[in-house]
């Protein structure tokens, strides 16, 4: 009787801790604030790479990350943010349009890098460089290899 019910204490306390594993696993992480700060005059294509290897952290002013546009549209970052909340302060005279945010991860599921992107100017501005990007995109050819005997 009493090794019965310390098998089913031992059961039970096993059971208890495969659930708090499982849970605690199963939890997406706490979205991070990002503030992207567009200056005046800025416009054209933003692309933030994240996870890269030796680039800076992004700068932090409190709970939130800060990225600044620069000229070129381009940051790199060490900093890999999975679920961001983003807020835009737009200092220029166009919109912001086609944002998106992608986490690249490995076979088993380890996040190892990112991307946000997003277009700043007028919405014609925008389609435009839409249509460019889809006309290029048509242009190339993926070339098989070649399987004849040399």
């Known amino acids: ?9 031992g059961l039970s306390i096993v059971s ?3 659930l708090m ?11 991070s604030q990002v503030v ?16 890269v290897k030796d680039a800076p952290a992004l700068q932090r002013q409190g709970d939130a990350f800060v990225v600044t546009v620069p000229k070129n549209g381009k940051v790199s970052t060490s900093t890999l943010l ?29 996040p190892v890098g990112g991307k946000i992107e997003f277009f700043v100017g007028s919405r014609k501005d925008y389609d435009a460089e839409e249509q460019k990007k889809h006309h290029s995109g048509s242009m190339l050819r993926s070339v098989a290899p070649s399987h004849e005997p040399a």
């Not at 594993?21 to 979205?31: D, L």
């Not at 220029?92 to 690249?104: E, N, T």
């Open 36 to 51: 992207v700060e567009i200056p005046s005059g800025f416009s054209g294509d933003f692309l933030l790479e994240m996870g």
């Open 82 to 110: 999975l679920n961001p909340r983003v807020t835009f302060k737009n200092g220029s005279d166009g919109g912001v349009w086609g944002y998106s945010h992608a986490v690249f991860s490995t076979g088993d599921g380890i």
């Open 21 to 31: 594993i499982a849970v605690g696993c199963s939890k997406t992480p706490a979205a």
């Open 16 to 18: 208890a801790a495969l």
């Open 1 to 9: 009787m009493i090794r019965k019910l310390g098998l089913s204490l």
